[in-house]
């Protein structure tokens, strides 16, 4: 089956912890993103990647690290720098041309 | 400053009547224009697009229409039923001057009701 893995579903951390989620493609998609959603919110670009090892900021870099070492995976870490990141991570890919962007199922992060 | 103003917030339609939702963007340099369905606790799902070039989009029961003029554009949903019940989400992008899209600019949202 082809399509946009994340994982886990659900993620628990205390306060002060950095956390690494996961996102894996098997689409062949050259471009990988991030979006944060909070309740009421639409979705926030956090950060994106176009080609391997090179990524751009989005609206809300600050607090969050990515990497793209590899064209399948695109994984995001949430610092403790990050004041709020009790949120739904979602994680999208595209071919880049056409721009459609297909979303993984999201990660639901709980920080207390 | 938010880019895609979207309304109404919540919606609630009869099974069989007609749901429209409302975009409209501010950015100039936008060339693309999704619309995504979104479940409870799950990923947005891609509805239908329409580029600038086109002021009409149709796929099944769903159509985009665009006004290029005024910087907007609406979803409709014919006939619309109690699975089309959802959370709406309009968007929008421009591509990099290399030819690469960058990330979309999301709405807030519409919350739709289909009651049987």
């Known amino acids: 089956d082809g399509g946009i893995t994340q994982s886990p579903k659900y993620l628990f951390r205390k306060e002060g912890q950095n956390v690494t989620l996961s996102c894996e493609q098997n689409l062949n998609h050259d471009a990988m993103y991030w979006y944060r959603q909070d309740p009421g919110q639409g979705l926030r670009l956090i950060y994106y990647?176009?080609?391997?090892?090179?990524?751009q900021k989005g609206d809300i870099a600050e607090g969050y690290s990515v990497s793209r070492e590899k064209k399948e995976s695109f994984p995001l870490t949430v610092t403790s720098a990050q004041k709020n990141p009790t949120a739904f991570y979602l994680c999208a890919s595209s071919s880049g041309l056409p721009s459609e962007q297909y979303f993984g199922p999201g990660t639901r992060l709980t920080v207390t | 400053q938010q880019q895609v103003k979207q309304s109404p917030q919540s919606l609630i339609v009869q099974k069989g009547g007609i749901s429209i939702i409302n975009c409209a963007y501010e950015?100039?340099?936008?060339?693309?224009f999704p619309w995504y369905q979104q479940f409870p606790g799950k990923g947005p799902a891609l509805l239908i697009a329409i580029r600038p070039d086109v002021s009409e989009k149709k796929e099944g029961r769903f159509t985009i229409s665009f006004n290029k003029s005024a910087k907007q554009f609406s979803l409709h949903i014919m006939d619309s039923q109690p699975g089309d019940s959802a959370t709406y989400f309009c968007a929008a992008s421009k591509r990099f001057s290399g030819g690469g899209a960058d990330g979309l600019t999301f709405g807030k949202g519409t919350h739709l009701i289909i009651q049987p």
């Open positions: 950015n100039t340099a936008f060339d693309y």
């Open positions: 990647s176009q080609i391997v090892n090179d990524f």
